[in-house]
């Protein structure tokens, strides 16, 4: 069955980085597109950013664009998030999820168990 | 990149239908047929329960449809169950390549 295991949370100083990967199973994850979605606590869900199944494309949330870089390694099955300058705002459960895709990335059908990313001092 | 627009919360008594909308612009659910929807229960992962506007997942039940109208996307359950208490949050994908979600809404089985 598709597992995703999401890893390398924690509590960071703001000006931090952090990496956070994805370790996927139970499907050729070289097919398919993987996005990272954080959700702040208490409040909704925030799409950060996809990478195509190959790498070639990757899109990013304007609010994260220039500070985090998404990434993936086919032959390791796994994704990863670096995440740089860290801010409060950042603060959020950031989970790794399958982005099935045809033309366009089209939905999210399976989702990791999320990993907490604390920004503070 | 704006939040698409949903209600924060909704309820119903069991055995009756409610419907939570999602509005955004042609630039997202107007502009193309990949709507989804997820189910978040407290504490745990979202759970896609609709994509590509009104397509069910197997396993999901039949109680839960959705459509698209313009800018606006909705998702009805009908015979509410008190497992359907939980958070909904639509999603689209965008004309910049991007993905957005819905701020999300509480469904309440009174």
């Known amino acids: 069955q598709v597992q995703l295991v999401e890893s390398g949370g924690g509590l960071v100083k703001p000006g931090g980085s952090l990496r956070l990967s994805c370790a996927a199973s139970g499907f050729t994850f070289s097919d398919y597109y993987m996005s990272w979605i954080r959700q702040a606590p208490g409040k909704g869900l925030e799409w950060v950013s996809y990478?195509?199944?190959?790498?070639?494309?990757?899109h990013y949330a304007d609010s994260v664009k220039g500070r985090f870089t998404i990434s993936r390694d086919n032959a390791k099955n796994s994704l990863y998030l670096q995440m740089n300058s860290l801010r409060a705002e950042d603060t959020a459960v950031y989970y790794c999820?399958?982005?099935?895709?045809?033309?366009?990335?089209?939905?999210?059908?399976?989702w990791g168990q999320g990993t907490l990313v604390t920004v503070s001092s | 990149q704006s939040a698409l627009t949903q209600p924060a919360s909704v309820s119903g008594s069991p055995g009756q239908s409610i419907t939570i909308s999602c509005t955004g612009t042609?630039?997202?659910?107007?502009?193309?047929?990949?709507v989804s929807w997820y189910q978040q229960y407290s504490g745990k992962a979202p759970k896609l329960m609709i994509y590509?506007?009104?397509n069910r997942p197997s396993g999901v039940s039949n109680r839960f449809s959705g459509s698209k109208s313009g800018n606006t996307a909705s998702l009805t359950i009908s015979g509410l169950q008190a497992e359907d208490e939980a958070d909904y949050f639509c999603?689209?994908?965008?004309?910049?390549?991007?993905?957005?979600f819905g701020g999300g809404t509480k469904l309440t089985v009174l």
């Open positions: 042609s630039s997202d659910v107007g502009g193309y047929n990949y």
């Open positions: 999820a399958r982005d099935y895709s045809t033309s366009s990335p089209r939905y999210f059908d399976y």
């Open positions: 990478i195509s199944s190959s790498g070639s494309s990757i």
């Open positions: 590509d506007v009104s």
């Open positions: 999603s689209s994908y965008t004309s910049s390549s991007t993905r957005v």
